[in-house]
């Protein structure tokens, strides 16, 4: 079956410092990848996504890019605010069925000042 | 515009007792998910929902849990009787499924956070 492997965390940065959460997948097909935030008290909401290998998704300065060769979608952005703090989930999903969505276990992250 | 409404926030109840939660999807989303969070296993899809009917309820965990989604504006997950082990926050999801397009988001609720004791 799919699965989504990423970092446990949690991750703590200083503001500022580059982040990097790692995310591999396994999954027939071309999946469609995805990255959320979910921040203290709320439901997850969608920050980036990547439908084809090499695309790059972008917002609020993350960005991902599907890399079908390493099966991997790796978070990353440059200088990280405290606001950034959060659990980020990767997921995935499926190209056939129902598209249904694996996610991984979710990375806390923490920026402090 | 108005995201997906869970109800309610927050339910403390004790062992035995039957709880249900309640989802408003997004208005046009024809595609609906329950699903749990805990520390230890993440986020688990309980149950989706196409068009109003059930398509997969490979993860609902027992016969204690059951869901319905009676028309395309409101769903409930009702657990009857209650555990302890039933302590988590549940979400509901909604997207619009067109065809084969793998590529649109779930919108999620912000939860209920669920406490059996």
């Known amino acids: 079956g799919n699965s989504v492997t990423q970092m446990e965390g949690p991750v703590t940065l200083s503001e500022e410092a580059f982040l990097t959460i790692n995310c591999t997948y396994t999954a027939t097909g071309y999946p469609s990848l995805f990255w959320y935030v979910q921040y203290p008290g709320e439901g997850l909401q969608l920050l980036l996504k990547a439908t084809k290998a090499d695309d790059k998704g972008s917002n609020k300065g993350f960005e991902a890019t599907y890399r079908k060769e390493t099966t991997s979608f790796h978070l990353e952005k440059g200088s990280v605010q405290v606001s950034d703090s959060a659990v980020y989930l990767c997921a995935l999903s499926e190209s056939g069925g129902y598209q249904k969505v694996t996610f991984g276990i979710g990375t806390k992250l923490q920026v402090i000042p | 515009d108005a995201g997906v409404i869970q109800s309610p926030r927050h339910e403390v109840t004790e062992m035995g007792q039957e709880v249900t939660l309640r989802c408003k999807p997004i208005s046009g989303h024809n595609s609906l998910f329950w699903y749990r969070q805990t520390m230890m296993r993440g986020l688990e899809l309980l149950i989706y929902?196409?068009?109003?009917?059930?398509?997969?309820d490979s993860g609902m965990p027992e016969d204690r849990f059951s869901a319905k989604m009676p028309n395309a504006s409101f769903s409930t997950l009702k657990i009857q009787p209650s555990e302890p082990r039933d302590s988590a926050v549940y979400f509901c999801?909604?997207?619009?499924?067109?065809?084969?397009?793998?590529?649109?988001?779930?919108?999620f609720g912000d939860g209920t956070r669920l406490s059996i004791l």
């Open positions: 999801a909604s997207s619009f499924r067109q065809g084969g397009n793998s590529n649109q988001p779930q919108h």
């Open positions: 929902f196409n068009n109003n009917v059930p398509i997969d």
